[in-house]
């Protein structure tokens, strides 16, 4: 199913089922938490700890919730000169693991099953298309309540893949739960373009997600927008396992692995254009 948003065109979010992925996610991520003695380990590939990863995923959690209760994001305010994009998120997400200074992780357990009840409760009457504009979603990251939730499970679920990783537990992720992280972050196809390797690109890119949704993204001189399928010609078809999409596109894993175990496929007059797909694109 599709719906048009401004001038893209994007896969639906079923927000009921969004709702219960997110609630579910969290239960799982609070009892990841639970089970360390502390959150002093380092993340891989970054310089925050466990405990400021966890910080930030609360803090992101609460924000969403206070503005779908129309409150003030007050430690939000000042945060950023460019709200809206990438750098102004980055800005924010700096602010948000000092503004939380708690690292217990039974603590920081307890503050995200909160956050995450505080936000269904306050968004539980909202429609799916309600606005959620705040420091973060504007501009063109601007979501409805819909794609909020569903950026929220995927904040959920790729942060939690980066604490399991850094203590070694277990996280498994489920197809479904990606399908919807995925949609969310197709919404923000065009606000993520890596203004470095995407400057002058043009190309059509039919990217298949096993499952759903199927979308092709098209280049024109750098700009990307989204379109249904079956229009104008592309470059190149992509079948992608969701799973590991959603982990290649946020820069958790590289392409090679996915693509060794048929998890990456990819077809049509100039198949090699897709394996640049990840890299016209900064991480989520």
């Known amino acids: 199913m599709w719906f048009s948003m401004g001038v ?21 991520w609070a009892d990841l938490l639970r089970s360390l003695p502390d959150t002093r380990a380092t993340i891989p590939g970054s310089s925050w700890t466990v405990g400021d990863a966890a910080a930030h995923v609360v803090m992101d959690v609460r924000t969403e919730a206070l503005v779908a209760a129309g409150e003030a994001v ?41 956050a995450v009840s505080d936000f269904l409760a306050a968004s539980a009457k909202l429609d799916p ?42 996280w498994p992720l489920a197809a479904d739960d990606a399908r ?3 949609r969310a972050a197709l919404r923000l196809t065009s606000a993520y373009i890596n203004p470095d390797t995407a400057h002058g690109h043009t190309g059509g890119y039919d990217l298949r997600i096993r499952g759903g949704p199927c979308v092709v993204i098209r280049f024109t001189d750098g700009r990307a927008s989204l379109e249904q399928p079956g229009g104008a010609p592309v470059d190149c078809h992509i079948l992608a396992a969701p ?16 693509i060794a175990k048929g998890q990456l496929l990819t077809w049509g007059p100039r198949p090699w254009r897709a394996l640049g797909f990840k890299h016209l694109f900064l991480n989520p």
């Open 8 to 28: 893209m065109a994007v896969p639906t979010i079923g927000l009921p089922e969004a709702r219960d992925a997110l609630s579910r996610a969290a239960g799982r």
């Open 74 to 114: 007050s430690w939000a305010e000042g945060a950023t000169s460019a709200p809206g994009t990438p750098r102004g998120a980055a800005e924010l997400n700096a602010r948000a693991v000092t503004a939380e200074a708690e690292r217990h992780p039974r603590a920081l357990a307890d503050m995200l099953v909160t």
């Open 129 to 170: 298309d309600h606005p959620m504009l705040s420091q973060y979603f504007q501009g063109q990251m601007a979501l409805d309540l819909a794609g909020v939730t569903a950026a929220e499970l995927g904040e959920v679920l790729v942060h939690g893949y980066d604490i399991a990783k850094a203590t070694g537990r277990p």
């Open 180 to 182: 919807l992280a995925l």
């Open 243 to 258: 799973v590991a999409l959603l982990l290649v596109l946020y820069g958790r894993i590289p392409q090679w692995g996915p």
